[in-house]
């Protein structure tokens, strides 16, 4: 399976990867539904959903304050690196992600498209005041919802894509652009489950790339493939990519 793959990866010079929550699991961060899912915990459309938020901005907010623990203290895994140095090495020219843990950008990848946004700023619904998250932590515990520093508003939340929510425009249309002239897609830790997400590497197949899943449990995507690889990211990814490299170089 890897070799196969390998031959793909070396032979790529505009390779897109698509990354998902799995791909920062061995970076402590919980997935949504792999067998540790934060889903299989919370119900989503009560958590993360724009029109329960605005009815009960708490329920959101208790959950956020204890992920923010594991997410701030996340580091890249080998998988992310990996895929950093498939860009290094001229591969992949550009990830597109599910994730807003920041962790792609952090390992050293420089073309990253986050299509649900970012966890590190929180945005005020009313007054469109920004302030940093963890600014908003260190007073979760005395103010539960935070209110907004500048209107006292509370509706502050994350900026990220809540359901219900659009995607950030640009953010979308980037990733189709580079979808759409992809020689290769690598799908990473993602259920593929969730759209407009989820299109984006259909749209590399519907051009005519190749697709590889890495990714722990099946996806409605593995008849598509012409390799799916059953394995963590962050042991299969740097296989991978010395593979890759050895033909490549050979
Ligand atoms: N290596 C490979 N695969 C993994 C690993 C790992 N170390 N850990 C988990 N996985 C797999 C799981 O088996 C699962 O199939 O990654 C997949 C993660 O899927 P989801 O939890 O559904 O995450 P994702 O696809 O990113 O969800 C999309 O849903 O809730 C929304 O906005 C949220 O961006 C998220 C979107
Ligand atoms: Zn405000």
């Given at each position: 399976m890897i070799e196969r793959a390998a031959e793909l990866l070396a032979r790529a010079h505009q390779g897109l990867v698509f990354t998902g929550a799995g791909v920062s699991t061995e970076s402590g961060i919980r997935d949504f539904r792999g067998p540790n899912g934060l889903w299989k915990q919370y119900d989503p459309y009560k958590t993360a959903d724009i029109r329960y938020f605005m009815?009960?901005?708490?329920?959101?907010?208790?959950?956020?304050?204890?992920?923010?623990?594991?997410?701030?203290?996340?580091?890249?895994?080998?998988?992310?690196?990996?895929?950093?140095?498939?860009?290094?090495?001229?591969?992949?020219?550009?990830?597109?992600?599910?994730?807003?843990?920041?962790?792609?950008?952090?390992?050293?990848?420089?073309?990253?498209?986050?299509?649900?946004?970012?966890?590190?700023?929180?945005?005020?619904l009313d007054c469109g005041g920004r302030e940093p998250r963890v600014d908003v932590q260190a007073r979760l515990e005395t103010e539960m919802p935070p209110r907004c520093r500048l209107c006292s508003g509370t509706f502050i939340k994350p900026a990220v894509v809540f359901f219900g929510e659009a995607l950030p425009a640009g953010a979308l249309a980037d990733a189709y652009a580079h979808a759409a002239t992809a020689d290769l897609?690598?799908?990473?830790?993602?259920?593929?489950?969730?759209?407009?997400?989820?299109?984006?590497?259909?749209?590399?197949?519907?051009?005519?790339?190749?697709?590889?899943?890495?990714?722990?449990?099946?996806?409605?995507?593995?008849?598509?493939?012409?390799?799916?690889?059953?394995?963590?990211?962050?042991?299969?990814?740097?296989?991978?990519?010395?593979?890759?490299?050895?033909?490549?170089?050979?």
């Open positions: 009815e009960d901005p708490t329920r959101y907010w208790t959950i956020s304050r204890e992920r923010w623990r594991t997410y701030k203290q996340a580091h890249p895994n080998p998988g992310h690196y990996a895929i950093a140095a498939m860009e290094e090495a001229g591969h992949v020219s550009a990830v597109v992600t599910q994730n807003t843990d920041g962790l792609h950008a952090a390992a050293g990848s420089r073309t990253v498209i986050e299509l649900h946004g970012n966890g590190s700023q929180v945005v005020c897609v690598l799908v990473v830790g993602s259920s593929l489950q969730v759209y407009p997400a989820a299109d984006i590497p259909m749209e590399g197949v519907r051009a005519g790339a190749p697709l590889i899943i890495v990714n722990e449990e099946r996806t409605p995507f593995d008849e598509l493939a012409q390799v799916v690889i059953r394995a963590k990211s962050g042991e299969a990814l740097p296989q991978l990519l010395e593979k890759a490299q050895q033909l490549a170089g050979a």
